[in-house]
């Protein structure tokens, strides 16, 4: 450890000993400001491109319809799916922090290109002439296009499965004052990024569409260069946790190991033939207890004979023989399978906002006086503001209330707040389905390609989207991340990104389908073309709605049993999640009663020092 240490750059020594010997004065909500500075002028970045990508396509490469859709829901799809490479490497060689700063480069690389595609007009097809003659785009300029893409997926993919880990990883959840922080620090996260983008996006949309789509693609690239800035100052500050190896690699040797023994069966008082090495002191605390879920996978720990170890009692085939802490680990990820699913289910509404309901959008009258007209892109912050305000009232004001009234730390339970968020997606698309059918029936009664209906409108929808967010995602983010161990939480976040990512390419698959169907009846198709007043796009968010009914029903019944309660609150519930939780570790210390009572008292305020 020591000659790596010597053989390394000042700042990576400073990670290396932060993660061997972590004092008081590094990690807790001093490093968290870091981090959330960071993440802030990330998202702000990346979301400008995101909230405002349906219209640069619309426009600069003449994508319409479920053209324009498919694209930009299969490359949401691959920002969330490569979390999965992202949370491997961090995992297995170079830990959550230089993770982050290479995805970080990595988005900044393709923002620099997108940014050039704007710039540079031979990498765009020409301007129409009139709305019927737009050339379509070539084939390298859609491949200069696509790279630039997979450049900010590949950066995606570092920095989405870490950031949430890395930031949880500066608080000790042994006590109940880590607990508590690290609870209110997954609303802060949303809530600190999403007030940002709310100031800025603003006014980067507004310029990306009406001024210069190069100033306006310029600007998030500087946001990006100072986000880096902001991340490298607080260095000092970070606990950072050296790679453990590949749980995915473990999985799947316990996959392996549990199907060649798949004949024996376990006894009930067998202890002693299961393999169990001890785990280094520093690592102690992170041991896993057994637990009775999923016993077909306890085969693989089992010890059939004693060759199967060497001299020193360790595995001779880790393909054979695995340790009961890497069959834990993967039970844990086993038993989060409900809820995941549940979760996909849930975001595929959000993700027809940010597509079909910026369309929606651009075909609806936007005017706002004589001499100004609303970007499409600024319906999104819509969803933001709605998120942003529930978090603010839930943390400042419904939790403080409650406390005064039960004398008890009150909150939503998670299976609340996920039933309520399935709820709010099934309202956002019945309330997108009828004011898509009034739109396109005034704009066919004027005979017009815009409607003149406003586009307030659609704020209705776009609000129940960002409380979907508000209640839903960030419940199934902390069920993933409060669910693993320490060791896991890197596979936590990008668990969580896998299932935005599949419910992008689960979305983009309705299209097609719906497209390809429906297009037999070529007077009135779906969905397709530029023109969504040819379609009826209203029959498709129904689907997308009964859809989010039979995830409800599925939920209540079924996955529901699955999240647990993590009220530090309920002594009661506190106990049961100790006793019964895939995550509890052996050997855990209790601390003291006043580390319990400080702990509860600083919980929820975003000024807490640690």
Not at 24 to 32: L, Y
Not at 497 to 519: C, D, E, K, P, T
Request: proline share 4%.
């Amino acid at each position: 450890m020591e000659d790596l240490v010597q053989s390394s750059s000042p700042l990576e020594q400073h990670i290396l000993s932060s993660s061997s010997h972590p004092t008081r004065n590094v990690g807790g909500w001093k490093a968290i400001r870091y981090i959330l500075g960071n993440e802030s002028f990330e998202k702000l970045a990346s979301m400008s491109l995101i909230a405002n990508m349906t219209v640069y396509l619309q426009n600069k490469y003449h994508m319409g319809g479920a053209s324009n859709v498919n694209v930009t829901t299969i490359w949401s799809g691959s920002s969330n799916i490569t979390s999965l490479l992202g949370a491997f490497l961090a995992d297995t060689y170079l830990g959550r922090f230089r993770t982050l700063l290479f995805g970080s480069i990595s988005s900044l690389l393709g923002m620099v290109a997108v940014t050039l595609t704007a710039a540079v007009p031979q990498l765009t097809p020409p301007k129409c002439e009139g709305e019927s003659h737009c050339l379509r785009p070539e084939k390298w300029q859609l491949g200069f296009l696509f790279v630039s893409l997979g450049f900010l997926s590949i950066g995606a993919g570092g920095i989405r499965p870490c950031n949430i880990a890395f930031g949880a990883d500066q608080f000790d959840t042994r006590t109940a004052k880590g607990r508590a922080n690290l609870e209110s620090f997954f609303n802060w996260w949303y809530f600190c990024f999403t007030i940002a983008l709310l100031v800025t996006l603003t006014g980067v949309i507004y310029i990306q569409t009406d001024v210069s789509w190069v100033i306006g693609f310029a600007i998030p690239t500087a946001c990006l260069c100072f986000s880096i800035s902001i991340f490298l100052i607080g260095h000092h500050t970070y606990i950072c946790k050296k790679p453990q190896g590949s749980i995915f690699a473990d999985m799947l040797k316990v996959i392996t190991a549990a199907y060649r023994k798949r004949q024996l069966t376990i006894a009930p008082d067998s202890q002693h033939s299961f393999y169990d090495p001890p785990m280094n002191d520093s690592d102690v605390h992170l041991k896993l207890s057994r637990t009775d879920r999923f016993k077909f996978l306890d085969k693989a720990a089992i010890i059939t004979e004693p060759s199967e170890l060497d001299a020193q009692g360790r595995s001779k085939n880790t393909w054979r023989l695995c340790s009961l802490q890497q069959v834990e680990q993967l039970k844990c990820l086993v038993a989060i399978v409900p809820v995941w699913l549940s979760g996909i289910a849930c975001f595929i509404p959000m993700d027809q906002q940010n597509a079909f309901g910026i369309l929606q959008a651009i075909q609806m009258s936007r005017s706002l006086g004589s001499h100004f007209k609303i970007p499409p892109g600024w319906m999104g912050l819509t969803s933001m503001i709605a998120l942003s305000i529930w978090i603010f009232i839930y943390e400042l004001i419904f939790i403080r209330q409650a406390k005064k009234l039960t004398g008890k730390d009150k909150r939503l339970t998670m299976p609340q707040r996920i039933k309520i968020g399935i709820v709010m997606s099934i309202l956002c698309m019945l309330v997108a389905a009828i004011v898509e059918k009034r739109r396109r029936e005034s704009a066919l009664k004027h005979g017009s390609f815009t409607s003149p209906i406003t586009i307030a409108l659609l704020l209705p929808q776009f609000v129940l989207s960002g409380l979907t967010e508000a209640f839903a995602a960030v419940a199934i983010m902390e069920f993933y991340t409060t669910q693993m161990p320490e060791s896991m939480r890197t596979v936590a976040g990008a668990v969580f990104f896998l299932s935005l990512s599949i419910a992008s390419y689960v979305s983009s698959l309705l299209i097609n389908i719906i497209r390809h169907v429906s297009g037999k009846n070529r007077k009135l198709p779906w969905l397709g073309g530029h023109d969504l007043n040819k379609n009826r796009l209203d029959y498709y968010y129904y689907i997308i709605a009964g859809l989010g009914a039979v995830n409800f029903i599925y939920f209540n019944f079924f996955a529901s049993r699955y999240a647990v309660n993590s009220s530090h609150g309920n002594e009661k519930r506190e106990v049961e999640l100790e006793e019964s939780s895939c995550c509890h570790s052996r050997n855990l210390p209790r601390d003291e009663t006043e580390d319990e009572e400080t702990g509860l008292e600083t919980h929820g305020r975003p000024t807490v020092t640690a």
